[in-house]
């Protein structure tokens, strides 16, 4: 079946610096889309990216992220985190039968 | 636009009753989601519905777990005998479309505590 991984479950990055949340999947499929989602405590997930291009970048709220489809990746950047950032950010993966299918979460803890 | 609305926000129940959770999607979305949310599972894909159709519930606990759309404004989960282990946040979610690259909009969520 399909799969996500996010190999990371926990990143603590000083206010300012730069970071990178790893996403890779698993799919048979080849018409596929692929989102982060961001959720912050007590609140429910919310979309922060999405894409079904491979090699275009996508960017909103400061992040961005490519789709690799040769490296079955979509990992997530920020040049400069803010402690507003501090966030649980989740990998997921829609194929063309309409499944969303998450990776376990990455939780981004920014420090001053 | 009120968003997916879940109901209620909180439920406590005794093991071995029945838990009916309540989700009503954002009007004129035809795909429905179900998901369970544990800080060890993370967001763990229960069922999923299009256009009321039952889809995909390869998630779903089969012995104890069942979900229905019996018309496009709600669904219902339903856990019967439940046990201290199904205590987590129910999310459910709703797409404009069925497929593609098309957002998926969460509810707050039910937290079930099962005492």
């Known amino acids: 079946g399909d799969s996500v991984t996010q190999t990371e479950g926990l990143v603590t990055v000083t206010e300012g610096l730069p970071v990178m949340l790893n996403c890779t999947y698993q799919t048979a499929y080849s018409d596929v889309a692929f989102f982060w989602y961001v959720q912050y405590l007590n609140e429910a997930p919310k979309l922060l990216l999405r894409s079904s291009t491979d090699n275009k970048r996508t960017e909103h709220q400061g992040f961005h992220a490519t789709l690799h489809k040769s490296s079955s990746s979509f990992h997530l950047q920020k040049s400069s985190v803010q402690l507003s950032d501090s966030a649980l950010y989740y990998c997921a993966l829609r194929t063309n039968t309409g499944k969303l299918t998450f990776g376990d979460g990455t939780v981004l803890t920014v420090k001053p | 636009n009120a968003g997916v609305i879940q109901t209620p926000r909180h439920k406590v129940t005794g093991k071995g009753q029945e838990a009916t959770l309540w989700c009503e999607p954002i009007?004129?979305?035809?795909?429905v989601f179900w998901y369970r949310q544990t800080i060890v599972q993370g967001l763990e894909f229960l069922t999923y519905?299009?256009?009321?159709?039952?889809?995909?519930d390869s998630g779903m606990p089969k012995e104890r777990f069942s979900a229905q759309m019996p018309n496009q404004s709600h669904s219902t989960l339903k856990i019967q005998s439940t046990q201290p282990q199904d205590s987590a946040v129910y999310l459910c979610a709703s797409s404009l479309a069925g497929r593609g690259n098309t957002e998926v909009f969460f509810g707050k969520g039910t937290r079930l505590t099962v005492v």
């Open positions: 519905f299009r256009n009321q159709a039952p889809i995909d």
């Open positions: 009007s004129g979305h035809s795909a």
